[in-house]
Structure formats: structure tokens, C-alpha cells
């Protein structure tokens, strides 16, 4: 026995000397050697003669080719933009930010407060340019009454607003100068008490005290102003009404009222300028610093995509509306204090009593203000979870809609959203309640409101949470020998939490509990808790070193730790012990390519500078010409997030070409050919790895163990540890693992062999060349056909080879059709009559209860007489008069009714808004759910996330504030009017006037108002998908060092949106500056009726309606602001309402005339018949009129070059995408006829790219609970990944994370496979389902297909071709056409066929 293992190891070793000193001669032919087409666009042609072409050649070529310009784009080479012009303006103006920008520098002395100190000059001149901020250079005058945005305002009303129309933001508010301020005083507090004992909010209180104690002084000078007024001036005009003094004392009375209102509204408005600034800096500091942070983290930890995104989406403004409405809390106590002083003062001790009410008022309040906050802390809690769900949804909706699992997920939204309305609902009657029950007192009941939503609900706990997670610890040092590249040295590295038990063996596992065990509910199986932050081994005592411009070669099986080892090399992982060094810079090649939202060309240079020889170099190595060739743009064409408009293997090789172009020292490739055709995978091998990157280091991590002969050295991976470290041969002699790990793959290899050459007549043996042939395989678009495509995309408004759209600023006012949704989506008009008269209710009784006073306090004590002596007088007492006890009785009982209709009001109006918001988010959740894959492709996922996460935060709790409050002021506002058109009718024509102008002004700027709303709607979305993008890309962004990019363009984003919200926030107070201005004219002109009908008018009623009158000054500016803003906020209802309404669903669910048997598919044969199909009306066909039969339980093998149209069968056969013309028939059905949930939940997917959801392992594999324990046991045996999962601690139980992240990729492959083997169906597709596996692995998968899905019909996609080679047959695609479809056999005996070729490319590979 030994001897024959002796003897195969011998026998390995000749072989791969052999395999060596040929890769070598083959080597030298591949200076001229390339398989892939060569680069050929509009205008830029680059004939290369595969044959005889050398290094120099290709260099001349591309001069030549450069000289011609390619595809006419010469004004493109440099700046690298996009065609589209609105792109190439935004751009431009991005790039302004930097000039505008100043650096901050820390400044103790009084000159930091300069530039504020300036605002106090009256009046300035301006010498800013255009697109800067107006507020920085304006004057007092100016910063008080907000006129610097004047110019904005009449802008939008008359042609509406526009980008360019906007100001970049303040380089004092930008976030970058604002992040740096705020990092200086945190790393000083660190520094000063360490990290655990650091506190941010000290450190915000430093950030933002200066202003916001200058903003409490000023306020209380109002609250001041506010009791001066009325005590002072009001009381003695009104006792000089009932006077014989002078009118010229009247004069002074009633002047001193109206200038101590006119400076109360002036100083008001100041408060709001200061914090508005400082909001908008804290704002920008916060989470400008949370970002730096997420880009020094290696992962999430135990957080979310959805919970960061939700962190910046909505704790962000909470933030904002803290700093801007905090110091107004100081009105509170002011306002309690003067009043019992004032008070004692007038009406003496015993009024006190009548004071309780009052003064209980506060402690109440700020009891429903902790309440409050309590319950929004854990509204956030479940808004986060539902965020998080929905942004796994967008990232997974294609295999979603595949396994016809939206019931499933939509029933999990729907029960987050139900715990998520329960605890709004309780917050909203909290709050309810407390504007109801402080009518008295409206302005200060609205800011205590306010804060009682926003102030005591402001928590910072989540973000310093994440201020204070573990960064990367820097842990590679530089090597102390010159010559080594890459040196470990007895080093232990563990993952984070995020990563618990990632690649990690079963040695240190947990048995898993009885499989008879309860399993958790689905509810409980998600992860809404939070897991514990714990640092898990997984690669164990490293010891070896690379030596400059070594290729090594990294191999071992599934979950082995190859991964690791290439993290462990970026420095993502914890060094526990041992050392790890690294000297140069690094390129990095994920397993899953990282594809940004940009132009190819983009995607490539990574803000790297165009050289274009260089360029072009990199494309034609990595075999991108002919893909390029194909795009509508060229290189500029752009490309959908996630790479959505790419194959997997056009991913890898963009990914790649990234690397090459970026010429760096270390080059980390992590298995980059897997997701490519074989004969593709020779060529990168030859082109990048052996050509490219000759003289470079590079750590090859592979599947592909025939390109490990080819290495310099092999390292041998196996449960973590080195296993085997050395020359290939070498390992093959010294290494049993190694030799059976190699034999077992060349096994495959030579079954290929040999069943190919059993097929194959003797002509076709013969060694060929690993080239490519070039002419007869491009996929060029006709000439009339780009230009039919360039011509469709102008059309649309978009720049040639433009994916997505731009996102749509609505126009105009708001329609009556989104009022009219929310009122249905509220239960109907009736309801809402209802509702509203709750409101005439509650009002009215307050209303009443007042008029009743006056009506007491005028009938005096009822002419009853007192006998004083001998004297007979009439009393003057209100205590004599004889009806006092009915008085006091109907005036005693409103207290009653006051409080009853107040908490009916609450309770119904909050009930009705919250049934709004759910029945809109339900329905916008299901149309976008049942959106075709057309609306995902263009559609950023930051634009959807902005919905369900801003935007439905505005519908859920802003849009009822500010309604409440603006319903309930106009009905005060009708009762005040009333008074005092009763007392004084010849205030009636005044009133009219004051109204005309306030509604004119109201009319004509609430579009400014509006558009900025609109314009903040819109900033969001960019700025989400970029956290989004970069969360997903942190390894990548590491290691090139991209960070300062990606930070640069996070702070243009954020300051893009804070502008945004700047500006709006202004435009709303520049409308109440005037509005107040204006109440106070009706605060004079009343003053000046009581003046001059002095004796005509009872003292009593001219008091109450100069009160009610004084009251409006604020209650009417707030009332007009609040109906504004109230429209403004209605914008994203509009935004819900025309998702609803825009979006095209795919076809239904079920058809119920049309019900599949439930035994269909019985026989699983698959007919397309002249079929076409195009992804998007725009675009070029890519399936071109196939016809084809497949018979019962046959199995297909589909092959041919990328963009050949193999993944879009799936598509086509899944219905993804309707087909253009043509039908598919299964089992003689036209699946046209189908409804969706019953076509594709009969068939089942294995895709390219495996996707695991947050929850457990049992929900991955079974979201319906349909099968046994037992049968997903069996289901994970026969996919090899029992013993994976049964040493979790809590077996099927055990949590997966998001991405499945705490997996290997081959071991979320295999996990995708045994869901497929659950689902038992008829009809198998595999697109690329093996790429990621080790060839061990794949060969029993291969045999388990085959046992398992014996009676099963299989489509299979394929880059490796042993994989298809006995197959029943095997379809040759190209160009969206089927050229040949026939028996393995019959295909290679064709010597000109195209599979005959491509297995001869094939297998040169093999042997290269």
C-alpha cells in the first residue's frame, strides 16, 4: 500500500515537472499570445495579429490608437466624467467645495469668534462669489431678519429653484472643518481620562456651548420682553382705559406695548439665526466623525448596513433638532417664575391656588417629556431593524424573487412594523396630550412639545457606541530583512464579532443540542438583538515569509482560512500574538468583486490619474476589450451598484484590472478566477499574474490548483495553520495533504481529459495553443443600432451608456391627489370630518370658557346694593353678585370638558395619522417589493433606503406634529378673530387687509420653502448609497488607501444635504420674521381702536381683545409658518404617494384563472420558441429569437464567452424580465399565463453569487418552516456541511450575520445548495454554482447533483467543462443565439465546431 502511494506521489512529481518546464515554454509564448478580443470601439480601433504580436507592437498600437482618440472622447481622457451634462455640472460643482473650503486650526485666543463677531456690523458688503454662502458676509440687519436669502426666495417663486440655483455650503459649516474641531477635542478628552472614561457629551457640550448659552441669554431677553409687554404696558393701558388720564398718556402705554413686541420678534428670530448654525455644525461634526470611524473599522461589529444608514438618516436630524430648539426650554421656568411673582404682585397670596394648575403644568410636562423619549429610544430600536431588513431585501431581491419567498420577507416587515406602530402609537398620544393639555400657554407649549418628541428622545448612545467600537489596530510592521515582502511570524489573528466563528474549524465547537429541540419562532431566529462583542481565533501560529516578487500560490479547502490569510495580510483581523509584516503598498482582489456606482473607467482608475498607454495596457490584459466593445459608452459607460450591470466574471476582471492599473508592491488576489471561463482564467493567469505582475509580489489564493505549477511557491492552508509551505514538486514529495489535495484535482482534470477524448475523434488531439480566436466570437453593436441607442438615451435625458436615472425634483405645488391619498390612506373623508371636529370641540370650549370670564367680569356684582353705615352703595365686587354660584358652576364644569375633549382629540387624530402612515408605507413597500428587476437595476438602493427610512420617519411622527399643531392654532386663531371683531367691528376691513397681504406673502414663498424641502428630499439619497458603498467596500478601500477619497466625498454628500436643510430651515424663519412683523401690526392697530373708542368700549372687552389680539402676534406667524411647513413636510407623503402610484408592478402574484396542477411541472421539459428579450426598452436584445426543446430530466450544459446571453435563459425562464417576443412552455404551459409565486416557486436557482440572510441557519434554508429538523439534516449531510453546522453551538439555531459574513463564500455556496436540495423541484437552474469551491468539493456536489436530482430536468451554466461534459447535451451560446446544441459527443467531432474549440482552449489551459 505504501508502496503505491510512494509510487503516485512519484508519479505526481514527474508529472508536474513536466507540467512546469511547459508552462515555462508556454510562458514564453504568451508575450504573444491573447485570447481575448482586442480593444475596438467608435473611433478607436486596435488590430492586434494574435499570432506574431509582441510587446512593442501593442505599445505602437496603442499610440496609434490614441492619436485617433478613442470613440471620439479625447475631451473625456482627462477629467474622466460622464457624458451626461447635468452629471458633468455636478461635478464641477463637488470640485468647488475644495476651493471653498478652509482648514480649521485650533485657536484658543478671542479671535476664533471673528467671523461670528462680524455679523454684528449693521450692514456689509459682499465680495463672495456666485455659489457661496450669502450668510457669511451678511450684517446684522441682514442676520436677524434672514434677508440674505431673499434673492433664493424670489428665484424660486418665479422660476423655481434648481441646483445651481443653490449655494455650496458654508466653509464654516462644511463638515470636514467642522469633524476636525470636534476630533481635536475628543482625542484631548481621551487623552485626558482615557477611552472608557471619555464622555461625548462633555466633549459636544464644548463643541457647541459658546452659541448655545448666547442663544439661551438672548431668549431669555424675549422671555423678558414677553412679560414686560403685557405687565407693564398692557395693564396700565388698559386702567387708563377706564381713566380720565390724558391721551397722550394712553399713546405711551399703547407705544411702549408695541416696540416692546417689535423687539421681542427681532430678538426671536436672532436666537434662531444662532442656533440654526450651530445645529448644522454639530450636525456636521457628529456624523462627520462617525464616518471617519466606520473607515477605520475592519467591519460593523454587531451593527448593520440598515442600522448605520438609519443612524445617519434620522438621529442625524435629531440631533440638529436638539442644538436649534434646546435653549428654548429656558422659556419654561422663566415663564413659571415671572408668572407667580407677577401674580403675588397683582392678586396677593391667595392666588397662589389658582396658580397650582399652572405651575403643575411643567413637572407634567417634563414627565410626558421623559416618557416620551423613553418610548422613541425604543421606537429607534425597531426602526433600525427594519431599516437593516429592508436593505438586505434590495441587496438580495433577485434571488428573492426567484424562490418566490415575498411572502415571507413582507410578512417579517410587516411584523417589525407592527411592533414599530405600536410604539409609535404611544409615543404619539404622549405627545398628543401634551399640546392638548397646554393650550393656554401655545407658544411654549409647542417648544416643550417639541422637545418633549425630540429633546428628551435625543440619545446619543448609538453613536457613541460606534465612536467607541475597537478600530483597527495597526499591526504589520515592516520586515527586517529588504529582500522579504510578506513575513509571519508565529502569528495568532482573530475575527471580530461580525465575523464569530468565520472560517473557523469544529475543534473548539459546541455540539449541537437535540435536533428534537423547539425551534425559535421566526420573530426570534432574526437578529434584532444585539450579539456580544468577542474576538473569535481562527488562524493559528503563522510562520513563514514571501520574498519580493515571489508568486505564491494559497490552496486548501472550504472554510480552510485562505480568506483570513489574505485579510490577516490588509491588517482587517486581530493579531492576538506573533507578528505580522508587510513592506510596500497593497492591491487587493476580493472573492466578491467591489463595484462602485461610477463609469467602468472610473471603476478602474479609483481617482487614480489617466495615463492611457497604461490604461489600455490593463484593459487588454485583463480581457476587457470585447466587453467594452459592447457597452453602449465605451469605457464611460456607467455601471449599476453592486456591479448590477456586469456578469460575475466581468466583475472579477474589472476588479482585477483595477489592481494592475494601480501598480502596486504586494498584490493580494483572493481566488479572482473563479468567476471566469476557463480558457479567460488561462489568459489572466499568463497576462496578469505571470506578465503584469512579473517582478511584483503576489499572494494567489485558488481553486484552480492546475496554475500552481506555475508558482514560485505553494502554501498549503489547512484548518487554519500552514500545512505545507515550498516548491510544488517539492510539496508534492513532502506533503501527503498537498499530493492528495493535487492528485484529486488533476483526477478531475484528467476524467475531462479522458471523457473528451472519448467523445472527440483523433483529429481533434492534437495540442493547441492557448489562444483565442478574434474574429468570429465579438459581440459588436451594429453602427445603426448604437446610434438607435444613443439617440433613446438623449431622449430620456440621459448621457450615452447612463444606467441610473436621475432622481426627479418634483415641481410645483403640492397636488390635490397626495391630500387626497393621505385622507383615504386615514379611513376617509367622513373619518376625518370626525376627527377635525374634535378639534372645533376642544377649542371652542377653551374659547367659551374665556368669553364666559368676560361675561362674568362685565356683569360685575349685578347692581346689588351694600349698606355701609347709613349709606346705601352699589357693590363693584363680582363676589356679591347673586348668580356667582351659576357662574362658578358652568366656568368649574369647562375644566371637565376641556380635558374630555382634549383626550378624545388626541386619541382619535393620533389613531387616524398612524393608520395613514402604516397604510401608505404598506402599500408603497408592496409596489416597490413587486417593482420588476428593471426598477432595482436603476434605482440606487440609498434612493429606496431614503424612503423607508427619512422619509417614512416624516410621515410617521412630522407630519402629525406639525398638523396637530397647525389644526389646532387655526381654530384659536378663528376664536381669537372672533373676539375681537365682537368687541371692535371696525377692526373687520384692517383685518382683511392684513390677511390679503399675509396670505400673498404666504402664497407667493412657500414655494422657495417647498423646493428647498424638495432639494433635502433629494440630497439624501447620494449620501446613503455612498455609506452604503463604502461599509461594503472597506477591504478594498484599506488597501489601496483610499480613504481620504472616500471621506472627501462623504463630507461633499453631507454638505450637500446640510445646505439643503440649512436653507430650508432659514426660508421657513425668514417667512415668520415677516409674518410676526405683520401679527404685530394687528397688535397696533388694536391698541389704536381701544385708543381712540375709549368710553364706547367696555374696559373689560377691550382688555380681552387686546390680549387675544397681543397672543396672535406669535400664535399667527406660527399658524402661516405651520401650514408651510406642514406642505413642505407633505413632500414626502407626495414621495410615498407617487411611489404607489408611478411604479409598475411585474405581473401578479397568482392568476387565479390560471392555477398551475399542483403537481407541475410532472415532467419538467422546457420549450422556447423564437424567444427575445431585452432587459429595459433602451437596450439591445440579448436573447435573439432562440428556439430550442429540452427534453424530460434531461441535463443541459450552457457555455459560450461572457455576454453571451447564458444567465439570461434564468432570467427569461424565471420571468424576471418579460420576454419581448416569443414564448416558454413547460410541461406545454406557456409561463406567461402563470402568476409569478406559481412559476418560480416550482423551480429552483443555484446562483453565482451565494446569499445568506440575518437570522439563523434554519430560516436561511427554510423561511416557511415547512420541512423537519430531520430533512434539513440531510439536506446539509448531503451537501457536506453537517459537520459544519452541527459544531455551532446552536446548530440550526445558530445566527447568521449580515452577508452570512460569519461563513466562508464556498461555505455560503454549499449552504445555497442544500436550500435547493429542500425545495425538491422538477426543474434545477445552476448559474456558475461551483465557482467557489475547491475541486474536492465540487466533485462530491457533483455527485450529489447527480443522485439527488436524478429525475430532475438541470440547466447548468458553466465555466469549468468537465462540469458539462456528461451532460445530455450541450448548448453553445453567442450574441443572445443558440449555435449549436447537441450531444457532447456529436459537438466534438466536428472539428470547426465552437465547443470543439473551446474545449481545446480548454484544455491548453489545463495543461499551461
Not at 397662589?352 to 422613541?376: D, E, I, K, N
Not at 453569487?1249 to 430560516?1259: K, M
Request: aromatic content about 10%; proline content about 3%.
Amino acid at each position: 500500500m505504501a508502496e503505491n502511494e510512494s509510487q503516485d506521489v512519484n508519479t505526481l512529481v514527474n508529472e508536474g515537472n513536466n507540467a512546469s518546464n511547459e508552462g515555462d515554454t508556454l510562458l514564453d509564448q504568451s508575450d504573444c499570445a491573447s485570447n481575448a478580443s482586442p480593444l475596438k470601439s467608435v473611433g478607436f480601433i486596435l488590430q492586434t495579429d494574435v499570432a506574431e504580436v509582441n510587446g512593442d507592437e501593442i505599445d505602437a498600437d496603442i499610440d496609434d490608437a490614441l492619436d485617433e482618440g478613442y470613440m471620439g472622447m479625447e475631451c473625456t481622457l482627462e477629467r474622466g466624467f460622464s457624458l451626461n451634462e447635468s452629471a458633468i455640472a455636478k461635478d464641477l460643482r463637488h470640485e468647488r467645495y475644495s476651493d471653498v473650503a478652509v482648514k480649521y486650526m485650533p485657536d484658543t485666543s478671542l479671535r476664533r469668534y471673528k467671523p461670528s463677531v462680524k455679523h454684528f456690523i449693521p450692514i456689509r458688503k459682499s465680495s463672495r462669489a456666485r455659489d457661496e454662502m450669502p450668510v457669511d458676509e451678511a450684517g446684522l440687519y441682514s442676520f436677524i431678519t434672514i434677508s440674505w436669502i431673499t434673492n433664493m426666495m424670489w428665484k424660486a417663486y418665479k422660476t423655481g429653484l434648481k441646483d445651481d440655483d443653490v449655494p455650496l455650503c458654508s466653509k464654516y459649516d462644511m463638515c470636514e472643518y467642522n469633524t476636525d474641531r470636534l476630533e481635536i477635542l475628543w482625542n484631548a478628552e481621551v487623552k485626558k481620562k482615557g477611552k472608557d472614561a471619555a464622555s461625548l457629551q462633555y466633549v459636544l457640550w464644548q463643541f457647541y456651548r459658546t452659541r448655545f448659552l448666547f442663544g439661551i441669554v438672548i431668549f431669555s431677553l424675549t422671555i423678558i420682553l414677553g412679560f414686560v409687554g403685557p405687565i407693564a404696558f398692557m395693564r396700565f393701558f388698559i386702567s387708563w382705559l377706564s381713566s380720565d388720564e390724558p391721551l397722550l398718556v394712553g399713546l405711551f402705554w399703547a407705544g411702549g406695548l408695541v416696540i416692546s413686541e417689535f423687539a421681542r420678534v427681532t430678538l426671536f428670530c436672532l436666537v434662531w439665526s444662532i442656533n440654526y448654525r450651530n445645529g448644522i455644525r454639530l450636525r456636521a461634526a457628529c456624523l462627520g466623525m462617525l464616518y471617519r470611524k466606520l473607515m477605520k473599522m475592519s467591519s460593523l461589529g454587531n451593527r448593520s448596513v440598515g442600522e448605520v444608514i438609519n443612524l445617519f438618516a434620522n438621529d442625524a436630524q435629531r440631533i440638529f433638532d436638539f442644538v436649534v430648539i434646546g435653549p428654548l426650554i429656558i422659556g419654561g421656568p422663566l415663564v413659571a417664575v415671572g408668572g407667580v411673582i407677577y401674580i403675588l404682585w397683582l392678586l396677593g397670596p391667595w392666588a397662589l391656588f389658582g396658580m397650582v394648575a399652572f405651575l403643575l403644568f411643567y413637572p407634567f410636562q417634563y414627565c410626558l417629556s421623559r416618557l416620551t423619549g423613553y418610548l422613541r429610544r425604543k421606537t429607534i430600536t425597531v426602526t433600525d431593524e427594519r431599516v437593516r431588513m429592508m436593505n438586505e431585501l434590495l441587496n438580495c431581491v433577485k434571488l428573492i424573487k426567484m424562490y418566490a419567498w415575498e411572502k415571507s420577507f413582507a410578512s417579517t416587515v410587516s411584523g417589525i412594523r407592527s411592533r414599530e406602530r405600536q410604539l409609535l402609537e404611544k409615543s404619539a398620544y404622549v405627545q398628543s396630550l401634551s399640546l392638548a393639555m397646554a393650550p393656554t400657554v401655545p407658544i411654549i407649549a409647542a417648544i416643550v412639545t417639541f422637545l418633549a418628541h425630540i429633546g428628551a428622545g435625543y440619545d446619543l448612545t448609538p453613536a457613541q457606541r460606534m465612536l467607541v467600537m475597537e478600530e483597527l489596530t495597526p499591526y504589520r510592521g515592516n520586515p527586517e530583512d529588504s529582500s522579504v515582502a510578506v513575513a509571519f511570524q508565529n502569528a495568532t489573528l482573530a475575527w471580530d464579532a461580525v465575523s464569530l466563528q468565520k472560517e473557523k474549524r469544529n475543534t473548539e465547537s459546541i455540539k449541537k443540542k437535540e435536533s428534537n429541540k423547539k425551534v425559535p419562532s421566526q420573530a426570534d431566529q432574526l437578529l434584532s438583538q444585539e450579539m456580544e462583542l468577542h474576538h473569535v481565533e481562527v488562524l493559528f501560529g503563522l510562520n513563514f515569509t514571501i520574498n519580493k516578487g515571489e508568486l505564491v500560490g494559497v490552496c486548501g479547502g472550504v472554510g480552510a482560512g485562505k480568506s483570513s490569510l489574505i485579510s490577516a495580510a490588509l491588517g482587517h483581523m486581530r493579531l492576538e500574538k506573533g507578528c505580522v509584516d508587510l513592506q510596500g503598498t497593497c492591491a487587493y482582489v476580493g472573492q466578491q468583486a467591489w463595484i462602485l456606482n461610477a463609469t467602468l473607467r472610473d471603476n478602474i482608475l479609483l481617482d487614480e490619474s489617466f495615463d492611457a498607454k497604461r490604461y489600455y495596457r490593463v484593459i487588454h490584459a485583463c480581457s476587457l476589450s470585447q466587453d467594452i466593445e459592447t457597452m453602449p459608452a465605451g469605457d464611460m459607460t456607467e455601471i449599476g451598484e453592486r456591479g448590477i450591470n456586469l456578469s460575475g466574471g466581468q466583475k472579477q476582471r474589472v476588479s482585477l484590472a483595477r489592481a494592475i492599473y494601480a501598480d502596486r508592491d504586494v498584490y493580494l488576489l483572493d481566488d479572482p478566477l473563479s468567476a471566469v471561463d476557463a480558457h479567460v482564467g488561462s489568459h489572466l493567469f499568463q497576462w496578469v499574474i505571470k506578465r503584469a505582475l512579473q517582478g511584483k509580489t503576489t499572494i494567489f489564493v485558488t481553486h484552480q490548483l492546475q496554475y500552481l505549477p506555475q508558482c514560485d511557491r505553494v502554501l498549503l492552508i489547512q484548518d487554519g495553520r500552514v500545512a505545507g509551505f515550498d516548491l510544488h514538486a517539492k510539496l508534492l514529495e513532502d506533503s501527503t495533504e498537498y499530493a492528495t489535495l493535487y492528485k484529486s484535482h488533476m483526477d478531475s482534470v484528467e476524467k475531462e481529459e479522458y471523457e473528451r477524448d472519448e467523445l472527440s475523434p483523433p483529429a481533434v488531439r492534437r495540442r493547441q495553443d492557448s489562444t483565442m480566436s478574434t474574429g468570429s466570437e465579438r459581440n459588436s453593436i451594429p453602427d445603426k443600432l448604437m446610434d438607435d441607442i444613443i439617440q433613446e438615451s438623449l431622449a430620456e435625458g440621459k448621457g450615452i451608456g447612463q444606467l441610473i436615472s436621475e432622481e426627479k425634483l418634483d415641481k410645483g405645488d403640492i397636488p390635490w391627489s397626495t391630500y387626497h391619498s393621505y385622507i383615504i390612506a386615514c379611513g376617509g373623508y367622513i373619518v376625518c370630518t370626525l376627527v377635525i371636529s374634535t378639534f372645533l370641540l376642544n377649542v371652542g370650549s377653551t374659547a367659551f370658557s374665556s368669553w364666559w370670564l368676560s361675561m362674568w367680569l362685565s356683569a360685575g356684582s349685578g347692581n346689588t346694593t351694600l349698606t355701609l353705615g347709613n349709606e346705601t352703595i352699589v357693590s363693584d365686587s363680582i363676589a356679591d353678585n347673586p348668580d356667582r354660584h351659576y357662574y362658578q358652576t358652568v366656568y368649574g364644569s369647562f375644566i371637565l370638558v376641556i380635558l374630555a375633549t382634549s383626550l378624545i382629540r388626541g386619541f382619535s387624530f393620533m389613531k387616524t395619522t398612524l393608520r395613514a402612515s402604516s397604510q401608505m408605507h404598506d402599500q408603497v413597500f408592496m409596489k416597490v417589493f413587486h417593482s420588476p428587476m428593471s426598477f432595482f437595476d436603476t434605482t440606487p438602493s440609498g434612493r429606496i433606503i431614503n424612503i423607508f427610512s427619512r422619509d417614512m420617519d416624516e410621515v410617521d411622527v412630522r407630519v402629525p406634529m406639525t398638523l396637530e399643531m397647525f389644526i389646532q392654532n387655526i381654530f384659536l386663531i378663528a376664536s381669537a378673530l372672533l373676539f375681537v371683531c365682537l368687541v371692535f367691528p371696525y377692526f373687520l376691513p384692517i383685518l382683511a387687509v392684513l390677511a390679503i397681504i399675509m396670505m400673498f406673502i404666504r402664497n407667493v414663498f412657500r414655494v422657495g420653502i417647498r423646493d428647498f424641502k424638495r432639494l433635502e428630499n433629494v440630497s439624501r439619497s447620494p449620501l446613503y448609497s455612498h455609506i452604503s458603498t463604502t461599509v461594503n467596500g472597506l477591504a478594498t478601500i484599506h488597501a489601496y488607501g483610499k480613504q481620504s477619497l472616500f471621506s472627501k466625498k462623504f463630507s461633499v454628500f453631507f454638505d450637500e444635504n446640510s445646505c439643503a436643510i440649512y436653507l430650508f430651515n432659514c426660508a421657513m424663519r425668514w417667512l415668520a420674521v415677516r409674518l410676526d412683523l405683520l401679527a404685530l401690526c394687528v397688535t397696533s392697530s388694536t391698541a389704536m381702536l381701544a385708543l381712540f373708542l375709549r368710553g364706547v368700549v367696555d374696559p373689560s372687552f377691550a382688555g380681552l381683545a387686546l390680549a387675544y389680539a397681543t397672543q396672535l402676534s406669535g400664535i399667527f406667524q406660527y399658524t402661516v409658518r405651520l401650514s408651510t411647513e406642514t406642505e413642505a413636510r407633505f413632500t414626502s407623503v407626495q414621495r410615498l404617494d407617487n411611489c404607489s402610484k408611478v411604479l409598475v408592478s411585474e405581473a401578479s402574484s397568482i392568476t387565479e384563472s390560471k392555477r398551475a396542477d399542483p403537481l407541475w411541472p410532472k415532467y419538467g421539459r422546457i420549450s422556447y420558441k423564437k424567444v427575445q428579450l431585452k432587459y429595459r426598452p433602451e437596450t439591445p436584445l440579448v436573447l435573439k429569437g432562440i428556439s430550442f426543446h429540452i427534453d424530460s430530466m434531461e441535463k443541459i450544459g450552457v457555455v459560450g464567452r461572457t455576454g453571451s446571453g447564458k444567465s439570461s435563459l434564468g432570467t427569461a425562464l424565471f420571468r424576471l424580465v418579460e420576454l419581448t417576443a416569443g414564448s416558454i412552455r413547460i410541461d406545454g404551459i406557456d409561463i406567461s399565463t402563470l402568476g409569478l409565486e406559481d412559476l418560480r416557486s416550482r423551480l429552483s436557482i443555484i446562483p453565482q453569487d451565494p446569499v445568506l440572510f440575518i437570522g439563523t441557519v434554519r430560516y436561511n434554508l427554510d423561511p416557511f418552516e415547512s420541512h423537519s429538523d430531520e430533512e434539513i439534516w440531510s439536506a446539509l449531510e448531503q451537501t457536506y456541511m453537517k459537520d459544519r453546522i452541527s459544531c455551532l453551538d446552536l446548530g440550526l439555531s445558530s445566527c447568521v450575520v449580515e452577508n452570512g459574513e460569519n461563513f466562508s463564500v464556498g461555505e455560503r455556496q454549499l449552504l445555497c445548495m442544500a436550500r435547493v436540495l429542500l425545495r425538491n423541484s422538477k426543474i434545477l437552474f445552476l448559474d456558475e454554482a461551483t465557482a467557489a469551491i475547491d475541486a474536492e468539493t465540487d466533485i462530491k456536489i457533483q455527485k450529489t447533483l447527480k443522485n439527488a436530482f436524478k429525475s430532475c430536468t438541470m440547466i447548468t451554466i458553466a465555466h469549468r467543462l468537465n462540469t458539462v461534459m456528461l451532460c445530455s447535451r450541450v448548448m453553445v451560446l453567442d450574441d443572445g443565439k443558440v449555435m449549436e446544441f447537441d450531444t457532447p459527443r456529436a459537438l466534438l467531432a466536428n472539428n470547426s465546431s465552437m465547443f470543439s474549440k473551446m474545449v481545446a482552449k480548454s484544455k491548453a489551459s489545463f495543461i499551461s
